[in-house]
Structure formats: structure tokens, C-alpha cells
Nanobody, 120 residues
């Protein structure tokens, strides 16, 4: 059983900051790519940022310069530091990881989601 557990969402005013964290646990051989996606009401889920095990990073154009993704391979965690938040950043943020499981292979896993609301 593999779980991704997120924390750190909440309510913030425009221009504020939030930090999201996600920890993977279970029968994990290794976590490969990790990242964050978000889904706003009435919209499709979209990529926010991803990071490979080696540290290569990809950001959505809308968050470049404002969000920073990082990871700790030893702890199987990924963090998203969000600054200069805008109302359009509002949504449910999902942690994602491509994980190698002993005896099974590589699978995609998702967290349960954490709400981020940016409003004045």
C-alpha cells in the first residue's frame, strides 16, 4: 500500500505565501518523478510543477518565478513553496509521484488533495 499525504493548504490573501508538503509512504523502492497538479472549479486538472529524482524541474508558465518545487529523496517528500499568490491560483492541489514498487513495477500515485484559496 502506497500513500501520498499532503499538508499545508489554506486561505491566503493575494500576494501572500503558502507552503505545501507531500510525503510518500509504503512499500516504496524509489520515488521517481514527483510533482504538483491543481484543479480549479469547473476546470481540468493542470500541471503546476514537477521534479525528477535527479532534480530537473518543470513549471507551468503561470507559476514561473513565483513557485518553487523541491524534494528530499531520502524522505520521499516533495514541497511546493508558493509566493505572490493570485486569486487564479485558487484550487485543489494534488501531489503526484511516479513510484517504483518492489515486485510490481512503476505506478502513478496521487494524494487526496489540499485546498488553496486566494482571496481578499
Amino acid at each position: 500500500q502506497v500513500q501520498l499525504v499532503e499538508s499545508g493548504g489554506g486561505f491566503v490573501q493575494p500576494g501572500g505565501s503558502l507552503r505545501l508538503s507531500c510525503a510518500a509512504s509504503g512499500s516504496i523502492s524509489s520515488t521517481n518523478d514527483m510533482g504538483w497538479y491543481r484543479q480549479a472549479p469547473g476546470k481540468q486538472r493542470e500541471l503546476v510543477a514537477t521534479i525528477t529524482r535527479g532534480g530537473s524541474i518543470d513549471y507551468a508558465d503561470s507559476v514561473k518565478g513565483r513557485f518553487t518545487i523541491s524534494r528530499d529523496n531520502a524522505k520521499n517528500t516533495v514541497t511546493l513553496q508558493m509566493t505572490s499568490l493570485k486569486p487564479e491560483d485558487t484550487g485543489v492541489y494534488y501531489c503526484w509521484s511516479r513510484i517504483l514498487i518492489w515486485g510490481i513495477g512503476t505506478r502513478n500515485y496521487w494524494g487526496q488533495g489540499t485546498q488553496v484559496t486566494v482571496s481578499s
